[in-house]
């Protein structure tokens, strides 16, 4: 399991797309964004024309760690792109549309914990290279509002749980990454 990390447009996906693509011909790429406007729309059209047309795609954000264990075929490799994209999606079938002065983030948090925690074990039963992109929050200001708060908290601790699982973290700036782990 290989994280790749970064802030936004830092090229993180990129580099882990050409980290893998050096050691794997096919690869079982996991897309996790939805497509709720135009401009997002665009967005997820931009990315699978950048990607190779022989790459097989998964898009779905729920039950990652299955979907590792039973939709990879055998000589794939696997990309998640995001882990962050992941969280928010999971986070706002949970909330219900409830206000995020209603949520208990707590609670909330436990469940994504437990759906990571699939994920890892997935990946490190998984004989093939398993890159998971991520962004990292951390860098900048404490948010003003009570949801990015607490998703940078959530965020933040996933990452490391993420980290501390992994064989190798790359951190990605400016489209450069470097190996920090």
């Not at 779905?60 to 299955?66: A, D, P, T």
Request: with cysteine.
């Amino acid at each position: 399991m290989i994280v790749v990390t970064g802030g936004a447009r830092s090229g993180k996906s990129t580099h882990a797309e050409r980290l893998l693509a050096k050691q794997c011909e096919q690869v079982l790429y996991i897309a996790t964004a939805q497509a709720t406007d135009d401009e997002m729309t665009a967005r997820i059209e931009r990315h699978k024309q950048a990607r190779p047309a022989h790459w097989r795609t998964w898009e779905g954000y729920q039950n990652l760690g299955s979907v590792i264990r039973q939709h990879r075929q055998s000589q794939e490799g696997v990309i998640l792109e995001c882990v962050t994209t992941f969280m928010a999606n999971v986070l706002l079938d949970l909330s219900g549309g409830a206000s995020p002065d209603e949520l208990d983030f707590s609670s909330l948090e436990v469940v994504i914990h437990h759906q990571i925690d699939d994920v890892i074990d997935a990946c490190l039963m998984c004989p093939m290279p398993v890159y998971l992109v991520t962004n990292e929050l951390g860098m900048g200001i404490t948010p003003e509002n009570r949801l990015a708060r607490h998703f940078v908290d959530i965020a933040g601790r996933v990452n490391q749980k993420l980290a501390q699982a992994a064989k190798e973290v790359w951190l990605v700036v400016s489209g450069i990454g470097v190996k920090i782990k």
